[in-house]
């Protein structure tokens, strides 16, 4: 009896040292690496010998061991796009990951409008969701979607698998986030892995480490009404449980739709986006990568709430004048004025796609820089505004401009007749005899009427600093 219990015992330790050998969700099957790339693979093990990762695609082999704490990392090269290839992580159990294949990365992140999956929400759909899903078919780009989670402290793993591109697949995943993607692929024929980490609700604040967020707003001392009670909208909970876990992982990039819940705070976003950023390319360690980011969409939300929305469009804006390789995809003519989740996510998704496409990967062709204001030169009672990143000028495709409102000393804002005229608008106003300031679309509802040639909308703007 006792052979036979030691038996059992042998086998059961023998077991438990197959089961040593761990890694995160996303070193998977089907997924995607970053090409022409060093990257990094990494997991846990409690087994004293070295760890071997051996990859299809050139018959390499990588060895490494565990620290004190049983972490391991070793890196890895990644050849020009294409597979599917095999990577073997062996100890003293095999993990074969099957169906590699070798593409472009993104994260993309925020909250509802980047959460909003293809399905829709109940009763907001998304436009053309039938025909999109009918066509996502594509073995070329895979999805992996974050299970929403929360954490004091940097957690190792996240829950996600990855999936081929397919109606199933698609329809629960970001509509913007997709959509990129399958831009992306038509383009560069490549294949293209796409990571959805999101939480509707959330804070900028609750994506950041909470000593940053207590650092960049230090010299604040208003309150701060974007973070709630709720888990998601605590500072770093989010951070730490779906931002951390996917550090280290190569990626080409970030986009980010975010902000509605920082209306309260506008006049924070400025600096916590930036830090943000900076701290992930920091974190990251892998250069400053792009970070594109979407415009808050117009809508009407009430109660004394209207001037929050366009104040914080233009701390939005800032951040594209404060970071290098950072751009924001205007959605100044996207919005709904009685919905907070526009069903038009395409244009969304172009308008981040061509920043990628046009700036990042240097296509040729493709317009992406949002138009803004450049300088205005008063006239007695008219004023001239002059734009900038638009080379080929300015069009209202025939329509009148009804967004423009001017203001004298008393600074009240009064309707304005604004015309194109060679390459710039002017602007006059029967109720302002010697206006000072002009305002673009600088209401939380509005509809953009003015973009480039090449159709980018003009961002909502204002001349003056008034309160």
């Known amino acids: 009896m006792k052979y036979i219990l ?3 015992f042998s086998i059961f330790v023998y077991q438990l040292s197959f089961a040593a050998l761990t890694i995160p969700h996303f070193f998977a099957d089907n997924m995607v690496l970053q090409q022409s790339s060093q990257v990094k693979i990494w997991g846990k093990t409690t087994s004293k010998k070295k760890i071997q990762v051996k990859t299809s695609w050139d018959g390499k082999s990588y060895k490494t061991a565990k620290d004190q704490d049983g972490n391991w990392s070793l890196w890895i090269e990644t050849p020009k796009a294409g597979g599917p290839y095999n990577i073997q992580i062996q100890q003293e159990e095999k993990i074969t990951l099957h169906d590699v294949l070798i593409g472009e990365v993104w994260i993309c992140s925020g909250q509802s409008n980047m959460d909003m999956p293809m399905k829709g929400y109940y009763g907001q759909p998304i436009r053309h969701a039938a025909e999109l899903l009918l066509a996502s078919p594509n073995d070329q780009i895979r999805l992996f979607r974050i299970e929403r989670s929360h954490a ?4 190792f793993d996240v829950n996600g698998n990855w999936s081929v591109s397919n109606a199933a697949s698609v329809a629960n995943f970001s509509a913007v986030g997709y959509q990129f993607a399958k831009y992306l692929q038509q383009h560069l024929h490549v294949p293209i892995g796409i990571i959805q980490t999101t939480w509707g609700g ?14 960049s707003l230090r010299q604040q001392k208003l309150p701060n009404r974007a973070i709630g009670k709720q888990v998601h909208q ?12 996917l550090i280290g992982f190569r990626i080409a990039g970030v986009i980010w739709y975010q902000g509605e819940q920082n209306r309260y705070n506008y006049y924070d976003y400025n600096i916590l986006q930036t830090n943000m950023i900076r701290d992930w390319r920091n974190t990251w360690d892998i250069g400053e990568w792009p970070f594109y980011y979407v415009e808050i969409a117009p809508m009407q939300y009430g109660g004394g709430q209207g001037i929050l929305l366009p104040r914080l469009r233009e701390m939005q804006l800032k951040t594209q004048d404060s970071l290098s390789n950072a751009g924001m995809a205007a959605t100044i003519d996207g919005g709904e004025m009685h919905n907070i989740h526009p069903a038009n996510k395409t244009i969304v998704a172009q308008r981040l796609a061509s920043w990628a496409l046009g700036s990042h990967y240097q296509k040729k062709g493709i317009a992406y820089q949002t138009p803004t204001l450049d300088k205005i030169v008063v006239l007695h009672d008219t004023v001239l505004v002059s734009l900038k990143h638009c080379p080929l000028g300015i069009t209202s495709y025939g329509k009148s401009l009804t967004q423009f409102e001017l203001a004298g000393t008393d600074q009240i804002f009064h309707p304005a007749i604004a015309v194109l005229q060679n390459n710039r608008i002017v602007v006059t106003s029967a109720a302002v005899k010697a206006p ?3 305002r673009y679309a600088f209401h939380d509802w509005c509809f953009g009427e003015l973009y480039s040639t090449e159709g980018i909308p003009v961002a909502s703007f204002r001349s003056d600093n008034w309160p």
Not at 152 to 155: E, K, R, V
Not at 202 to 215: F, H, T
Not at 237 to 245: G, Q, T
């Open 152 to 155: 004091d402290n940097a957690a």
């Open 234 to 245: 605590q500072p770093g909970n989010l951070y730490h449980a779906m931002i951390c876990p």
């Open 202 to 215: 959330s804070p900028i604040e609750a994506w950041m480490k909470p000593s940053l967020v207590e650092r």
């Open 436 to 438: 000072l300031a002009v």
């Open 6 to 8: 030691a038996s059992i």
